[in-house]
C-alpha cells in the first residue's frame, strides 16, 4: 500500500515564502514521477508542479519562477518550495504519485492572507 502524508502547510502572508514536504511510504518511490497539485474552493483540482524520475521538472504558468519541486529518493520524500507566495496560491495541496493508479496524500492547507 501506497502512503503520502504531506505537511508544511500554514498561514503566510503575500510575499512570504513556505515549503511543503511529502513522505511517501513506497520502496519504488525513485521509479515513479511525483506531483503537487492543488484545489481552492470552487476550482477544480490543478497541478502545479511534477518531478520525473531523472529531476526534470515542470510547472504550471501560474508558478513559475516562485516555486521549485525537489525530491530525495534517499528519503523518499518529495518538497515544493513556495516563494513570493500570492493570496491567489491559497489552497489545499496534495502530493501526488503516478504509480500504478494514481495515489494522493491527505492534502495540506496553505492560505496567503493579507
Known amino acids: 500500500q501506497v502512503r503520502l502524508v504531506e505537511s508544511g502547510g500554514g498561514l503566510v502572508q503575500p510575499g512570504k515564502s513556505l515549503t511543503l514536504s511529502c513522505v511517501v511510504s513506497?520502496?519504488?518511490?525513485?521509479?515513479?514521477?511525483m506531483a503537487w497539485y492543488r484545489q481552492a474552493p470552487g476550482h477544480e483540482r490543478e497541478r502545479v508542479a511534477r518531478?520525473?524520475?531523472?529531476?526534470?521538472?515542470d510547472y504550471a504558468d501560474s508558478v513559475k519562477g516562485r516555486f521549485t519541486i525537489s525530491r530525495d529518493n534517499d528519503k523518499k520524500m518529495v518538497y515544493l518550495q513556495m516563494n513570493r507566495l500570492r493570496v491567489e496560491d491559497t489552497a489545499v495541496y496534495y502530493c501526488y504519485s503516478n504509480r500504478g493508479p494514481g495515489y494522493w496524500g491527505q492534502g495540506t492547507q496553505v492560505t496567503v492572507l493579507s
Open positions: 513506497d520502496t519504488f518511490f525513485s521509479l515513479y514521477i
Open positions: 518531478i520525473f524520475t531523472d529531476g526534470r521538472t
